[in-house]
């Protein structure tokens, strides 16, 4: 079982630079795939930003593509999120997950969030 535990949030304003982290209890280099999902209070959770790892490609969702690059560090076994020219709308709870190393990208292992504010 994978522990994450995320950090880096905070309150913002508009226009505005975050870098997320994730700390994995166990190595996630090997998962099929990682990622960034987000909250808002009402909403249903969204994905943000994921890696596949077997083929080294990101992807992202439309509403944050250009602004977020998410990146996974393999030498120190932590998954970063970078967020620029934050807006209002991307004020949420950001969790990271990460699935097992299997052949399918099911996002079985969660942090508790991080909360991120946009003024």
């Known amino acids: 079982h994978v522990q994450l535990v995320e950090s880096g949030g905070g309150v913002v304003e508009t226009g505005g630079s975050l870098v997320l982290s994730c700390a994995p209890s166990g190595s996630i280099a090997d998962a099929y795939c990682v990622g960034w999902f987000r909250q808002a209070p009402g909403a249903e959770r969204e994905g943000v930003a994921s890696?596949?790892?077997?083929?080294?490609?990101?992807y992202y969702d439309p509403s944050v593509k250009g602004r977020v690059t998410i990146s996974l560090d393999r030498d120190n076994n932590k998954l970063y999120l970078e967020m620029n020219n934050l807006k209002p709308e991307d004020t949420a709870k950001y969790y990271c997950a990460a699935s097992n190393n299997g052949d399918r990208c099911d996002f079985v292992y969660w942090g508790q969030g991080t909360q991120v504010t946009v003024s």
């Open positions: 890696i596949y790892n077997r083929i080294r490609t990101a």
